[in-house]
């Protein structure tokens, strides 16, 4: 892989209003009406959430994640893909760079809704 340039600069102010936090993936199930996605139940402490991800050929299988503590992005509008809403986006590495993406997950157990930062 050969990394490319460093986007534009951002505030910290901007940064800030980002709501990153951890959460542990409690269910990975498929979307009926997607190729791609499946259906993560999310356990963020005080409230649990469906995020949506394209994951379904990122691994042998998807439900290997389950039970790991992930970043997720909470503050995004919903978004409803293939019939079903999604509530945040996961955080993960390496599918912008086209290489076999990975979860971003902190270094040992935290609470979860956490927040990175």
């Known amino acids: 892989m050969k990394p490319v340039p460093v986007k534009e600069t951002v505030s910290f102010e901007d940064f800030e209003k980002l709501d990153i936090r951890v959460g542990t993936i409690v269910s990975v199930l498929p979307?009926?009406?997607?190729?791609?996605?499946?259906?993560?139940?999310?356990?963020?402490?005080?409230?649990?959430?469906?995020?949506?991800?394209?994951?379904?050929?990122e691994r042998e299988d998807p439900k290997e994640i389950e039970g790991k503590q992930a970043l997720f992005v909470l503050n995004l509008p919903e978004k409803k893909m293939a019939g079903e809403l999604?509530?945040?986006?996961?955080?993960?590495?390496?599918?912008?760079?086209?290489?076999?993406?990975?979860?971003?997950?902190p270094e040992m157990a935290v609470p979860n809704g956490s927040r990175a930062g």
């Open 31 to 57: 979307v009926e009406k997607s190729n791609k996605l499946m259906k993560l139940k999310v356990d963020f402490g005080d409230h649990v959430r469906t995020i949506l991800a394209g994951i379904k050929y």
């Open 86 to 105: 999604s509530q945040g986006m996961l955080f993960d590495i390496g599918y912008a760079d086209k290489i076999k993406p990975c979860l971003a997950m």
